[in-house]
C-alpha cells in the first residue's frame, strides 16, 4: 500500500491568493493575444521571456509605451516581468494566431 500526502487548502490559502491578484499593479490585454499587447501599468522596465526562459524583448523605460508587438515571434506561451521601483511583477501571456 502507498501512502501519499495531501496538502491541504484551506481559508489561509484562499486568502494568500486573493492577496496576490489584490497587489497586482498592471494589466495585459488582450490574453490570449494575436500579437498586439495592451499594457496598463505604472512607469517602469519591460521584460519578456519565452517559455524556455530566453529574454526577447527589453524595453528599459514605459513611460511612453502602452502596447507591446509580439506578432513577430511564433505563436505559445510568453512570460512578461514588469518592473518598478517599487515592485516587480509577474505575467503570462499566451501569443495565438
Known amino acids: ?3 501519499i500526502p495531501c496538502i491541504q487548502t484551506g481559508p489561509n490559502h484562499e486568502k494568500s491568493e486573493s492577496l496576490i491578484a489584490a497587489e497586482s499593479k498592471g494589466h495585459i490585454f488582450p ?8 499594457l496598463e501599468f505604472p512607469p517602469g522596465e519591460l521584460q519578456v521571456f519565452n517559455a524556455v526562459g530566453k529574454m526577447i524583448l527589453f524595453i528599459g523605460n514605459t513611460d511612453d509605451i502602452n502596447y507591446v508587438d509580439l506578432s513577430g ?3 505559445g506561451i510568453y512570460f512578461v516581468k514588469y518592473i518598478t521601483s517599487e515592485s516587480s511583477e509577474y505575467n503570462k501571456i499566451i501569443l495565438s494566431r
Not at 490574453?31 to 495592451?38: D, L, S, Y
Open 1 to 3: 500500500m502507498v501512502h
Open 31 to 38: 490574453n490570449p493575444g494575436t500579437g498586439i499587447f495592451n
Open 73 to 75: 515571434f511564433s505563436d
